[in-house]
């Protein structure tokens, strides 16, 4: 084209030269490879060895997972197994023990004709809390089921009658009405402090008997478990959730007791913080295992997974406490100063402008605490509960077993990090998610 | 001004304890402390009538016993015919010794990784991705576990280094010996010792001092004064007279040659570990089980401190970084003189409470036989006197102090490096 | 406070539960079930199969209560306990007995206030080396690296025996046999030390059983026994003579085959008074006049337990013993049953 023009004007192109292609060394997987990985000679060094660790760990790694061993009934029998395989020198893993035991080491000693109700307890838990994860993708009405559903998640685990659950529910009904009877009549004051009273009486006293009598007129009911039965990755899921459950309202009235302006409540407040935040969780369960019955009335005594339930639940509020006074610093003065000039109360401003906020900020501080909680309760195999870990010595004391290792620890980690990584992410989501609305 | 008139005294009444704002506070907080004391009373009630009940008063008599144990990380001499309070104290030494260990390489692992997260090399910052959630999401005891488990299958045991020609070698000319019961490592020795100073006579908390380490300490310190003074001479130089004279030979040598002429006086020289018998003798030997504990904390904590460090570095505005750049500072001076200063207020605070969190999980110890302080109060001594309370709640206040020092180290601090806001 | 009070209220309906300790029979019989502590793992005492349901020496003495109480082997709940949360777990009342191969000592028995009931596995503690070690006496451990297990009264044992021979040695503590084991193996313990049933348990597991030498000191006398808390003396007569009755009808000849033809009655009167067709026994611990053949069905006499759990022809191979009869020379002697 510029050739017709090149008698009249020598050397000025009027026309754009076709784009050329970028030179070979900086597109493609070679460009890319240059740009990513061979930057300088630093990069190349560090790229170099990245590739021979990586090559280590999998020739390490690769053929001793590829074991043709599912059908192995011990160990001696996957050892024979793997000879005849051909795999040199016994390498390779015995996965006939993860097929015998994995519903073992997820269930526990659960009976398993009710392994269905574990499993709707887990679902229904996501249910539950879709409305307040997801609070933008789910109809709200589910609220009412989150509500509800602390009482059916304990009455599906541990099963029996009906009316416990629904007796311990009626402790809030009696409690709320005795609030807002006595905070009309009388001051708001008098109704906390009445309204809390009579419902701990309740609990205390009545709740059980009650729920007995009803029991015993209308029998509704499921086969009770005892929470002996419980173990495996289900228990830690479960002392997990608990524990998370019953902290959040614990460590909701710490954070606020830290946070008040009264002397003797904040320092209350604070000492408990310290305190269990000062010691190891293992000493805290070795106060249940060992401590907590001498604490108890004389003749009390209840089973080891409830007490590591109360300490793990103590251990999670002080945490928790810390991640929602969090929360509620990071809100701005103003709104503070907004409830009180619109003329609410303490507990008005908490409920209705303070709290829906602070504890939204608080969901991906709520969620690693939940994650650190239940990474925790691996610790429960130390005092003798029988949780993955706790298990898989059991396992190793069946003589068929007896020697076994990395497949039990490589598949209760990757049960760990499959359920803690996906946590994670979703905490990143909502932050990523809170952020936007807060800027 | 204006005149004030008193406002109308108003009698006090009953009721003004729950509506007047002024008295309500008073009558919340009496309400909560009566609560508290009822609840503590009810708790120690309890507890005394079942001790009462068991039969085992309160009584802290057992930590004159003799343990009865033995311990086999001994930092202090120790044998089995001392007693409990002197085991709690091997316990707590070592607890201590894994903490500061451990804290030290989590930091140096911890900046290390998360400076590579942030790498322009692919695949390295996706290594070190891998890295931190595989740490991270795994609880910190199968960790250990399997670090454990780790060292025991894959190192040889001693009796590989025997033989005419052994399986196993001594690494780094014949002074290390790597095996699964632990690293053998050289000794300093001193031929013509200055002997020890016994503390604290026969009782359990005795403990001896090396003459030899304080002779080298006071070396150390008196020829640092020294070359501090040699560099504050050259400062008054260089500000006199704008020239700076070399100094580095001369502190050097105040430095290293009081040092090597009281090394040699002392006799000092190395003590080589050697297969006699089951083991190796000699040497220093750290257990298996301080380094499966010591390397699984390190490396789980490392994940967390990575991502602090991360998040600290990226808390700094690119501006800092581009106008370094703009300066003619290279990358790696960026990172040191820029960066990393403003980055570590953000980080410190975040970084001490995983030490803190390192040191408690430090008491995971149990679960490799670490003799740290729960495996010796919180876990021989309590089972054998069978003083559980006592044992308890003792481990639990040595704990206490341990973290609320931590945290006084750490407010220090924050109130140290704390912006001056004017 | 939401969520925390169906714990609250579940603690307390445990509460109520517990609260009426009068008696351990009475509660256990109103319970329905024993609740029996076990180890949390030990080949051939306790470990759960894949089922969950538990088996070894140890359960079976557990068995046979829940059957002479309950006339039901399996209302049995078993409870893991470990070295350290063993006894605590019996005086709290979380558990009715122990049976973790607990040695009767003269402390835990006068101090911690336990009563043991009897004896049903007399161990010691002894020595494991691998063969090619060369070793024929522990005497000869001088500087050895030992692997014991922690919570116990080996580690105690172990402290004096070198001291008292004047020799080193390199303690490694473990708290399961598992990891003790895996470290021996590896070769990161020159010996294992724990009750010679252990050892020989744990190295009739191992790939190679005849590398393994078990040192013919034994350093300790380690009666192993079921125990119940002190004071409640009708409970711990049924467990005692629960126990007996298992060691009785091994001596009288009565197994688990010709048990019901027994019950029919024979011409032995003491026969006839253990399996309650003659004679008031039963009335008089307060249980069913079958219990003790009920008992004696759950697993067999103690030598159908032995043999069926620990004995030769199972993966632990002990031998009887001094867990013999006395009438062949070991120590196993039932008070008659009169």
């Known amino acids: 084209m510029s050739g017709t023009h090149s008698h009249t004007v020598a050397f000025v192109r009027d026309t754009m030269l076709p784009e050329q292609d970028p030179p070979a060394s900086e597109v493609g997987a070679v460009g890319w490879m240059r740009h990513n990985l061979f930057s300088n000679w630093f990069n190349s060094i560090l790229t170099i060895a990245s590739i021979a660790a990586i090559y280590f760990v999998l020739a390490a790694v690769i053929p001793w997972i590829l074991s043709p061993t599912w059908e192995g009934t011990s160990l001696s029998n996957c050892r024979e197994t793997l000879a005849a395989a051909g795999h040199g020198d016994a390498h390779g893993a015995c996965w006939g023990v993860i097929k015998e035991r994995w519903i073992q080491l997820i269930f ?20 539950a809390l879709a409305p307040v994860l997801f609070s933008d993708k789910v109809p709200s009405q589910l609220l009412i089921f989150s509500a509800l559903y602390p009482f059916i998640f304990p009455w599906l685990l541990w099963g029996g009658t009906i009316w416990m659950p629904i007796a311990a529910l009626a402790g809030f009904v009696i409690g709320g009405l005795l609030f807002k009877v006595l905070s009309e009549k009388a001051s708001t004051l008098i109704g906390v402090i009445v309204a809390v009273a009579t419902a701990v009486i309740w609990w205390l006293f009545l709740a059980a008997p009650v729920a007995g009598i009803v029991d015993s007129i209308l029998p509704i009911g499921i086969e009770a478990v005892e929470s002996r039965k419980f173990g495996g990755f289900m228990l830690s899921v479960t002392i997990g959730v608990v524990a998370i459950a019953c902290s959040l309202p614990i460590g909701i009235v710490l954070a606020l007791g830290r946070q008040s302006d009264l002397l003797i409540v904040k320092y209350i407040c604070v000492g408990f913080i310290e305190f269990i935040r000062g010691v190891p969780l293992i000493t805290l369960l070795f106060v249940a295992s060992t401590l907590l019955n001498i604490f108890m009335p004389p003749g009390t005594n209840f089973d080891i997974i409830l007490r590591v339930l109360i300490m793990v639940t103590l251990f999670a509020s002080a945490y928790m406490a810390e991640v929602i006074r969090g929360g509620l610093a990071a809100l701005p003065k103003g709104q503070y100063e907004g409830a009180d000039s619109l003329g609410l109360n303490y507990w008005q401003a908490q409920r209705l402008i303070i709290m829906p906020q602070a504890l939204k900020i608080s969901i991906p501080g709520i969620v690693s605490t939940f994650i650190g909680v239940f990474k925790d309760t691996t610790l429960v195999s130390i005092i003798g509960l029988l949780d993955p870990l706790g298990l898989s010595n059991a396992i190793r004391a069946d003589a068929n077993w007896n020697g076994i290792v990395w497949e039990l620890y490589g598949f209760i980690a990757l049960l760990f990090f499959v359920f803690c990584f996906s946590m994670s992410r979703y905490s990143m989501y909502l932050e990523r998610k809170l952020q936007t609305g807060h800027r | 001004m204006s005149t004030l008139t008193d406002p109308p005294k108003e009698q006090f009444r009953l009721s003004m304890l729950l509506y007047d704002t002024r008295y309500r506070s008073g009558t919340i907080q009496v309400i909560a402390m009566f609560g508290f004391m009822l609840l503590a009373a009810w708790l120690i009630n309890n507890t005394l009538s079942n001790l009462a009940a068991l039969g085992k008063p309160i009584d802290f008599g057992f930590f004159s016993e003799p343990a009865s144990y033995d311990i086999n990380q001994r930092l202090l001499e120790y044998t089995s015919r001392d007693t409990h309070l002197r085991a709690a104290l091997m316990g707590l030494l070592n607890t201590l010794v894994v903490a500061v260990l451990g804290c030290i390489t989590a930091t140096v692992l911890g900046v290390i990784i998360g400076v590579l997260r942030l790498s322009s090399n692919w695949l390295v910052a996706r290594l070190m991705t891998i890295y931190v959630e595989m740490f991270r999401n795994v609880p910190v005891l199968l960790w250990i576990v399997f670090v454990m488990a780790i060292l025991i299958e894959t190192l040889p045991a001693p009796s590989a280094f025997r033989g005419e020609s052994p399986e196993a070698t001594m690494s780094l000319m014949d002074s290390v010996a790597v095996t699964n019961r632990g690293v053998y490592i050289p000794e300093p020795l001193f031929s ?20 030899d380490l304080i002779a080298i300490l006071v070396v150390l310190g008196l020829s640092l004064w020294a070359a501090h003074r040699v560099t504050l001479r050259a400062n008054r130089i260089q500000e006199a007279t704008g020239d700076r004279p070399k100094t580095w030979h001369v502190r050097t040598a105040i430095i290293v040659g009081p040092m090597l002429v009281l090394l040699i006086a002392l006799g000092f020289h190395l003590g080589y570990p050697a297969l006699k018998g089951f083991n190796f003798q000699g040497g220093t030997h750290l257990r298996n089980s301080l380094i499966a504990l010591w390397l699984a904390l390190s490396l789980y904590t490392a994940a967390f401190i990575a991502e602090i460090v991360r998040a600290g570095i990226m808390a700094i505005s690119k501006g800092q970084t581009e106008a370094a750049s703009a300066l003619g500072l290279r990358s790696n001076r960026i990172m040191r003189l820029v960066i990393l200063p403003q980055a570590l207020r953000v980080i410190i605070p975040p970084l001490i409470s995983n030490y803190l969190n390192l040191t408690k999980n430090s008491s995971l110890a149990i679960a490799v036989g670490y003799m740290d302080i729960t495996g010796t109060l919180g876990g021989i001594t309590m089972n054998q006197t069978g003083r559980e309370l006592e044992c308890v709640l003792l481990l639990m206040l040595v704990y206490l102090a341990i973290s609320l020092s931590i945290s006084a180290v750490m407010n220090w601090y924050n109130e140290a490096v704390k912006l001056k806001e004017r | 406070m939401k969520k925390s009070v169906i714990l609250g209220a579940m603690t307390f309906a445990g509460l109520a539960a517990g609260a009426a300790s009068a008696g351990t029979l009475d509660d256990v019989k109103a319970r329905g079930k024993l609740n029996c502590g076990v180890t949390t793992g030990l080949v051939g005492f306790a470990a759960p199969n894949a089922n969950g349901e538990w088996e070894g020496f140890d359960v ?9 109480v309950l006339g039901d082997s399996n209302a049995v709940e078993f409870v893991p306990t470990t070295g350290k949360t063993r006894f605590t777990a ?13 040695t009767w000592t003269f402390s835990r028995d006068v101090d911690l206030k336990f009563e043991f009931v009897g004896v049903n596995y007399y161990d010691g503690q002894g020595f494991m080396v691998p063969k090619e070690l060369g070793v024929s006496s522990a005497k000869e451990l001088d500087g050895a690296t030992v692997c014991i297990q922690t919570g116990t009264t080996t580690e105690l044992n172990l402290a004096d025996f070198f001291r008292s021979n004047n020799i080193s040695y390199e303690p490694v503590p473990i708290e399961t046999n598992a990891e003790a084991q895996q470290q021996y193996l590896a070769g990161a313990c020159d010996v294992y030390t724990t009750d010679a049933s252990g050892l020989a348990a744990t190295r009739a597991t191992f790939d190679d059983p005849a590398g393994h030498v078990i040192l013919p000191e034994i350093i300790s006398k380690e009666p192993l026994g079921p125990l119940v808390r002190h004071g409640d003396h009708e409970w711990g007569d049924v467990v005692r003579w629960s126990l007996n009755a298992l060691v009785a009808a091994e001596e009288l000849g009565i197994t688990s ?4 033809e027994m019950a029919a009655g024979t011409e032995n009167p003491e026969i006839n008074r253990l399996l309650g067709t003659e004679g008031t026994l039963g009335e008089m611990l307060g249980l069913s006049a079958d219990w003790a053949k009920n008992a004696i069905a759950a697993q067999g006499n103690y030598g159908e337990i032995f043999a069926k759990n620990i004995g030769e022809d199972t993966p632990v191979g002990l031998a009887r013993g001094l867990n013999a009869q006395w009438t062949e020379g070991g120590l196993l002697y039932a008070p008659p049953f009169r």
């Not at chain 1, 659960?110 to 574990?118: D, E, K, T, V």
């Not at chain 2, 013509?192 to 003459?211: A, E, K, P, T």
């Not at chain 3, 085959?257 to 019901?260: F, H, I, K, P, Q």
């Open chain 3, 60 to 68: 079976a003495v557990c068995r046979a209560v829940a059957a002479a």
């Open chain 3, 90 to 102: 019996l005086a709290s009342g979380e558990i009715d007995m122990l049976a973790r191969n607990t």
């Open chain 1, 108 to 127: 526990g000693f659960y009976p398993s004709h009710l392994y269905w109700r574990p499993i709707a307890a887990f679902v229904l838990l996501g249910a």
């Open chain 3, 257 to 260: 085959a010709n048990l019901s």
């Open chain 2, 192 to 211: 013509r010792s200055l002997g020890d100073i016994h503390l604290l006579g026969q009782s359990s908390l005795r403990f001896d001092v090396s003459l």
